[in-house]
């Protein structure tokens, strides 16, 4: 015997969450290209930020040494007078990284 189409009634609503803002660091946030100190490197560096969608390869981050999966945003930091040394970094181990301004 066949199911019958019941209406459901409506799911209950969740509480919203506020969102995520900064934190009070005293840093200013990051987004889009600054040129940055890197420390693996002690030139100047542009950091840029890889969006999700842009994401498409692993790579090993250099501040822990974990994969970088695809799909997640992170840093590039490339050195302007060696190109070739760029380096895909977690967001937050970047950020552990800087100096205090």
């Known amino acids: 015997m066949p199911k019958r189409n019941r209406k459901r009634s409506p ?12 934190k009070s660091t005293g840093k200013p946030k990051l987004k889009g290209r600054r040129t940055l100190l890197d420390p693996s490197v002690a030139h100047d560096t542009v ?23 695809v799909g997640l945003h992170h840093v590039v930091a490339v050195p ?9 970094w977690h ?11």
Do not use: I, M, N
């Not at 967001?91 to 301004?101: F, H, L």
């Open 11 to 22: 799911a209950p609503e969740k509480p919203k969450r506020p969102k995520a803002g900064p």
């Open 47 to 69: 950091a840029s930020f890889v969006q999700p969608y842009e994401a498409t390869k692993v790579y090993v981050c250099p501040g822990c040494g974990r994969d970088v999966p």
């Open 80 to 88: 302007t007078s060696a190109p070739d040394l760029r380096r895909h």
């Open 91 to 101: 967001k937050g181990c970047w950020a552990a990284v800087q100096p205090e301004d």
